[in-house]
């Protein structure tokens, strides 16, 4: 495993890169060892380490970064293709023209170099646009990072022949209130809200976009729009607005805080992101529109081409550039159901392809190859970036599986997919019932218990499960219908028990297995590190009332590495629980309390925490797992229209109705340490 020195400004350095480089790093750290070095002046011992990534952008912020690149080669991140404003800034800026005029020299050709002499005579500007001055940091560099093939085709056409990994733009999936914000800005749930983010710089086609809107409001009076940004001097944002009487229309907000700056984008229904010319970078601020599931335009050009045409609209840059940007605004003020699709697929195509965990298990992929001498694949147009740096027989990197589910992330190549799925029938569960009352509890929750057993990793005779709170309902299957070699069960009661049940099924089949007791959110669970293939812990975490992160530590811990935990619970945002909730009712599942038993009779414990999907997500992440499955569904089915009402209520406010049902059901993939034991989102 490399050592690493990880150079790059970090916040409050007003670079986009700084606040890509605190998340990398948040992430990144968790797999490589790091020592970041964000400011000029601090001691660099080459020696101490195996590898430096730098992280280099086109401001001044980077030029501590640039020099020392020079001074020590190792690993670029190339955010952009262009460095001319940077290498100015080391130049011009310093009054050192000589340097200047040598780098042209260095850098471009005779043209350029005559140019470069009209410059120094302060006859014309430099040609920041035209020559890339890039030629010193590649031809010292070993291997490169970039975001987009776009990149990957410029780099080799500036000549670097080394290795190049193509790794996707971490993705931001914020939360923010997105009513509070329009609450803010006097803007209420049926007003068409559009914003336009980040430096207000001419080249994002601002004045295009407001032409565009001055033709809208004429159809749609009633459309906003924001710009949330500081302004630059070279356009006049507010003469434009008010020469084309839009000062009813259009708010300039300036700059804004972080928390503010998303808020804004949450309050949105349509982001502009548009911009020419390019040089290959990516953008922080659309990264966060589609990670908050916005209706995004993009101009057609550089890496923004790429996207996919059902995540993002596409603006052709060139004539026709206004009415383009004008026909898409009307349609998506016109038809709402367009706008939320194209949110929703925006949503989950970052949270699939772009989140910061797989980001980093790249950045981390390539660093240990190059390391090791290992070859990396060529990125190749069109294909997913590597996982890892392995290659198949035929010379290409493996594509990513992606999983058939409602939030869209990527799944195990041991989780069961569509036809691998096991077939196991509510009768085969209810054949394995002890009683009357156990034959009850089967069939009312049969469409769960299926479900359950559906989104369980197959095991094989080597591999062991272990299922928490077991009724030995679905534990039988484990083994019958899931292959599963071992299979264990456990249960709340004194530490050092253990119940050794055999049950007989209504086919004759016999089934053993021990239940070990202790109490899961205090106790050391009895097993070895890395014993178990799969946990199934099935609606017991809502039970907890002290700390569930015990329970979600210990299971990492008797996991192996790569081992999966299939986890269901009630969920807490259901249309059951809006429903109830609006109309004056406790949303909760099973929130009421319990009677006092009769002596010996066992009750089973009420709800103390309820979860949402998102939350669930996040519980998985901070313990350590990938999430390869998180979708909702019924617990029984039977047909709710009562709740129908609540779509409507959906539609009018342009809320997600993804992740409604009754029940979650989640799969996570152990790949690291637990991250966070105390998480502050579950924790005081």
């Not at 906003?224 to 084309?244: A, C, T, Y």
């Not at 017991?540 to 530590?553: K, T, W, Y």
């Not at 499955?629 to 129908?644: S, V």
């Amino acid at each position: 495993m490399p050592r690493v020195a990880f150079f790059s400004p970090l916040p409050p350095s007003k670079s986009g890169i700084a606040d890509y480089s605190r998340t990398l790093i948040d992430h990144l750290s968790r797999k490589l060892p790091l020592e970041i070095f964000d400011r000029d002046g601090v001691t660099f011992d080459s020696k101490r380490f195996d590898l430096a990534l730098y992280h280099v952008g086109n401001n001044p912020w980077h030029a501590f970064v640039y020099r020392e690149a020079l001074r020590n080669p190792g690993v670029a991140v190339m955010h952009e293709s262009n460095l001319h404003h940077l290498i100015a800034e080391l130049t011009i800026k310093r009054n050192d023209w000589d340097r200047y005029t040598a780098e042209i020299e260095y850098n471009g050709s005779a043209e350029d170099i005559a140019y470069a002499t009209r410059v120094r005579a302060l006859d014309v500007g430099p040609d920041y646009d035209g020559l890339p001055m890039t030629r010193r940091l590649l031809e010292c560099s070993k291997a490169l990072v970039v975001h987009s093939q776009f990149m990957v085709d410029e780099m080799r056409r500036q000549g670097f022949q080394g290795p190049i990994a193509r790794i996707p733009h971490g993705a931001w999936i914020p939360d923010a209130d997105r009513f509070g914000f329009r609450h803010r800005l006097g803007v209420d749930s049926s007003t068409p809200l559009i914003g336009i983010f980040g430096f207000l710089k001419p080249y994002k086609r601002i004045a295009e976009s407001l032409r565009a809107l001055r033709r809208l409001v004429r159809l749609e009076p009633s459309a906003k729009m924001i710009l949330v940004g500081e302004p630059h001097p070279e356009l006049r944002v507010q003469e434009l607005i008010d020469s084309l009487g839009l000062e009813g229309q259009v708010r300039v907000l300036g700059f804004t805080p972080i928390e503010d700056f998303v808020g804004y984008l949450a309050a949105c229904d349509i982001v502009l992101n548009l911009r020419y010319p390019t040089v290959g970078e990516s953008s922080g601020s659309l990264l966060r529109a589609l990670g908050l599931g916005k209706a995004v335009m993009v101009s057609e050009i550089g890496s923004f081409a790429e996207f996919p045409d059902d995540v993002c609209l596409k603006v052709p840059v060139g004539p026709s550039e206004e009415d383009q940007i004008f026909e898409y605004l009307n349609l998506l003020v016109s038809r709402p159901e367009v706008r939320r699709a194209l949110g929703e697929n925006a949503r989950r195509y970052v949270e699939r392809e772009c989140n910061w965990d797989l980001v980093a298990t790249r950045y981390a992929d390539f660093l240990n190859a190059l390391h090791e001498g290992r070859p990396w694949p060529e990125p190749r147009p069109g294909a997913a970036p590597p996982i890892d740096g392995a290659m198949s027989e035929s010379g290409r990197a493996p594509e990513q599986p992606v999983a058939p589910c409602e939030i869209g992330l990527p799944v195990p190549e041991s989780a069961p997919g569509p036809e691998s799925v096991p077939v196991v029938e509510p009768e085969y569960i209810a054949g394995w019932a002890e009683n009357a009352e156990s034959r009850t509890y089967i069939e009312t929750h049969k469409t769960r218990l299926v479900r359950t057993l559906e989104i369980t990793p197959r095991g094989t005779a080597r591999d062991r499960a272990l299922e928490m709170g077991a009724y030995l309902q679905i534990t039988p299957a484990l083994r019958t219908k899931l292959g599963y070699g071992e299979v264990r069960g456990c249960y709340y009661g004194e530490p050092g028990r253990v119940d050794r049940r055999s049950i007989v099924s209504a086919e004759g089949e016999t089934f053993e297995c021990e239940i070990d007791h202790f109490n899961a959110e205090k106790d050391s669970f009895p097993y070895p590190d890395g014993h178990f293939a799969t946990v199934l812990c099935c609606e017991l975490i809502e039970h907890l009332f002290e700390d569930p992160m015990h329970l979600m530590s210990e299971i990492n811990r008797i996991l192996k590495p790569g081992g999966h935990l299939v986890l269901t619970t009630p969920n807490a945002i259901s249309n059951r629980a809006i429903s109830a909730i609006l109309q004056g009712y406790h949303p909760g599942f099973f929130h009421a309390y319990i009677r006092p038993p009769k002596p010996g009779e066992e009750v089973e414990a009420r709800h103390n925490r309820e979860y949402s999907p998102r939350e669930v997500q996040r519980l998985l992440e901070n313990s350590g797992f990938v999430v390869a499955r998180l979708e909702t569904g019924e617990f029984r089915d039977e047909p709710h229209p009562e709740h129908g009402w609540v779509y409507h209520l959906f539609d009018r406010y342009s809320l997600s109705t993804d992740l409604r049902g009754d029940g979650i059901y989640a799969v996570g993939e152990k790949t690291d340490e637990v991250r966070e034991r105390y998480p502050g989102w579950l924790y005081t």
